[in-house]
């Protein structure tokens, strides 16, 4: 056999023919599979055009190869119904029985239906309205807890402090150094190509200081404690919940609040004050590196001068909205932790929502504090 031969062989082929009785007759041979009708594209016309055409005979008896896709497509172009006095091998009929005993669902257009839509609305508002009321819920049972170790110091769970002030500051001691140097050297150098044109090099200063002391460094180092931090946290609760840890925490009487959700508001609300001094000290350091090497403005220069151009107040404002983030990002954390339930998807899924949670109330807050202290602290 040649090669001509053998490429008819394993072609998808359809034909037309006259039978003696002056019948016509649809013959199919060779290889009917999903990728011989991909590549010939005008098959699948002329199936849909013969079966229009009750009065044909089909002879399926040279078919090679039928598969399952091919087998649906000819079934679907017969009406989903086996034409009469149907010639086809056994083994292929086998393929359309399978189709017969099997019902196709159809795909009817999406229609826009009001109160669908209000339905939709209304059960995303009752789940926000319960989400919220679970958060206050938590916040409400942290102020009884500190309320009640005001009174008895010696419940105070001073381990899982040190180990959640370790874990969520000093560990993130790294990543916050080079994520600040680096955006000051992008700020500073950003905003030395527009203060050359008027020749105001040395308020170079000026920007880096209001700009990373009061804003830049407690934001950056929320957004990335909240994705480092608080993913953890929310994972760590959702690990418990899996493995039934919070059950046998109640069980033995002990609380939840007390021993998973105070020491980590607690942690966050000290870390992430020191950390955003130090992010905003590794952010300066980048900017001096860039003014230095772009304005020629030396460091002494630049550290001489700070001091007048950020009024100290800016500090108190960073540190105290730091402390707020971390507050809301413990909370967060928790709050969704204790929303898993125990399977892995919805750990996976509570997990993305305490991430993108926290960052967006992080800038909320950070929005609010802008507003209110607009004119505080301005030189």
């Given amino acids: 056999m040649n090669q001509a031969d053998t490429h008819l062989k394993t072609q998808a082929i359809l034909e037309i023919v006259e039978q003696e009785a002056g019948n016509s007759c649809i013959r199919l041979s060779g290889d009917w599979t999903l990728s011989n009708l991909a590549i010939e594209s005008a098959l699948q016309k002329h199936i849909k055009q013969a079966a229009g055409d009750s009065k044909l005979h089909w002879d399926l008896r040279s078919v090679n190869i039928l598969d399952s896709a091919t087998a649906l497509l000819l079934w679907q172009a017969w009406g989903q119904s086996v034409p009469v006095g149907l010639e086809i091998k056994p083994e292929h009929q086998r393929l359309l029985d399978k189709w017969q005993s099997q019902e196709v669902p159809a795909l009817d257009s999406p229609i826009f239906s009001v109160e669908q839509t209000a339905a939709y609305l209304s059960q995303r508002i009752w789940e926000a309205f319960e989400q919220l009321l679970n958060f206050i819920a938590i916040l409400g049972q942290l102020v009884l807890d500190s309320v009640n170790l005001l009174r008895h110091p010696s419940d105070i769970p ?7 002030i370790y874990d969520a500051g000093v560990r993130a001691l790294g990543i916050t150094a080079l994520v600040g ?7 500073s150098y950003l905003s030395a190509l527009q203060l050359k044109l008027f020749g105001a090099e040395i308020y170079i200063i000026d920007i880096l200081g209001l700009s990373v002391i009061r804003e830049l460094g407690p934001l950056l180092a929320a957004i990335l404690v909240a994705g480092r931090s608080g993913s ?6 959702g690990i418990m919940r899996v493995t039934e840890e919070l059950d046998a925490l109640s069980a033995m009487g002990i609380s939840h609040s007390l021993r998973l959700v105070l020491p980590k508001v607690i942690a966050l609300t000290v870390s992430l004050p020191l950390l955003s001094v130090w992010t905003s000290v590794a952010a300066l350091i980048g900017g001096m590196f860039s003014a230095q090497n772009t304005l020629d403005i030396s460091y002494q220069q630049f550290l001489l001068k700070l001091p007048d151009a950020v ?3 800016n500090v108190f404002i960073g540190l105290g909205k730091s402390a707020v983030f971390g507050l809301m990002i413990a909370l967060i954390a928790c709050h969704f932790g204790f929303r898993i339930k125990p399977n892995t ?3 996976g899924n509570e997990t993305t929502n305490s991430v993108v949670a926290a960052i967006t109330v992080v800038i909320m807050v950070d929005a609010v504090f802008a507003i209110l202290f607009m004119d505080v602290g301005m030189p």
Avoid at 232 to 237: G, H, K, L, N, S
């Fill in 158 to 164: 001073w381990s899982e402090i040190s180990i959640t």
């Fill in 181 to 187: 140097f680096l955006i000051g050297i992008v700020l």
């Fill in 232 to 237: 953890a946290m929310t994972a760590q609760i």
């Fill in 311 to 313: 009024p100290l107040l």
């Fill in 345 to 347: 998807e919805s750990l």
